[in-house]
């Protein structure tokens, strides 16, 4: 999506490592809102809604990733931080 690229911009990427809790309580809360917006698209019969439910959720979804490679990044040893994202990875699957 192209709001995911405008999110993660290099300045963009700046503020989300320098305030990671924001951002990430940010891009959950968009996440929930999303969500929301998608149902009441569907109960309202807006196509209008269900767009602004997508824009959110992308945003939403650039945040959350942008934040989750600062975290990982934090508790990953020196130069093994793929080793440490392949096991989150796969936690999320199982």
Not at 52 to 75: V, W
Request: with cysteine; glycine share 4%; aromatic share 8%.
């Amino acid at each position: 999506h192209k709001v995911s690229m405008l999110c993660t911009t290099p300045r963009a990427t700046l503020w989300f490592s320098a305030y990671v809790k924001v951002f990430r309580t940010l891009g959950g809360t968009l996440e929930a809102i999303s969500v929301l917006a998608e149902i009441l698209a569907f109960q309202a019969n807006s196509i209008f809604i269900l767009l602004a439910a997508g824009i959110l959720g992308a945003m939403a979804s650039a945040m959350n990733d942008a934040t989750r490679a600062c975290i990982l990044q934090h508790f990953s040893k020196e130069k093994n931080n793929h080793d440490v994202t392949l096991k989150e990875n796969n936690q999320d699957s199982a």
